[in-house]
């Protein structure tokens, strides 16, 4: 990524010491905090990554839940289950 620049206009620039020291921290400045954002960013997505994976890990497994009870006949056991247990909160 740090290639040399090759530019067609040479020519010579004079600044001062403290503007010349702004530019070189606004520069570290800049380039740090896209690091931080980036930082930020993966952690993010990381951590959307891992609630996908357990959504479908959960899904998964009400699917097989779902399907014991419709092929055990035990779909009025459970909805006697859901009334009992609404009534005791």
């Known amino acids: 990524m740090d290639e040399k620049k090759e ?18 921290e606004e520069k570290y400045e800049a380039v740090r905090e896209k690091e931080e954002q980036s930082s930020r960013w ?21 699917n097989q839940l779902r399907k014991y009870i419709r092929d055990n006949d035990e779909q009025d056991k459970l909805e006697l289950w859901i009334v009992r247990s609404s009534r005791e909160d």
Not at 8 to 24: H, P, S
């Open 7 to 24: 530019y067609g206009v040479i020519g010579t620039v004079t600044i001062g010491t403290d503007e010349y020291r702004d530019l070189i």
């Open 42 to 62: 993966y952690e993010q997505y990381s951590k959307a990554q891992k609630l996908e994976d357990e959504n479908k890990k959960l899904k998964e497994e009400l």
